[in-house]
């Protein structure tokens, strides 16, 4: 039902910028969130950012001021921008999307959908 393929990632400093791209596809016309996770080596994933249908985001207050999420008017790709890159953000990032009401974010739990995931590698 749904298609989701990361790209944009690679090797950075810290302190650079990055944008990360998440192609969306879908087979119905059905309402989906779409969240952005990060999962670091020997870690558990983690939901760094989400959006629902209007617009409304949400963000993991450890990252938050540093990243937005975003998507086109076609809603048909998902967009993170990271701004100053630190080492801690080396990680495998994944987009993830599920069926959703227009105005209410699911809990991170509940996505069922996954890209194969973007590694991003900051160095210092």
């Known amino acids: 039902q749904v298609q989701l393929k990361e790209s944009g990632g690679g090797s950075v400093r810290h302190g650079e910028s990055l944008m990360l791209s998440c192609a969306v596809s879908?087979?119905?016309?059905?309402?989906?969130?779409l969240a952005w996770f990060r999962q670091a080596p020997g870690e558990e994933r983690e939901e760094i950012a989400a959006?629902?249908?209007?617009?409304?985001?949400r963000y993991r207050e450890s990252v938050k001021g540093r990243l937005t999420i975003s998507q086109n008017n076609a809603k048909n790709t998902l967009y993170l921008q990271i701004f100053n890159l630190i080492p801690d953000d080396t990680a495998m990032y994944y987009c993830?999307?599920?069926?959703?009401?227009?105005?209410?974010?699911?809990?991170?739990?509940?996505?069922?959908?996954w890209g194969q995931g973007t590694r991003v590698t900051v160095s210092s």
């Open positions: 993830a999307a599920e069926r959703c009401n227009e105005f209410d974010l699911v809990a991170p739990y509940e996505y069922t959908y």
């Open positions: 879908v087979s119905s016309d059905d309402n989906y969130c």
């Open positions: 959006i629902d249908g209007d617009g409304s985001t």
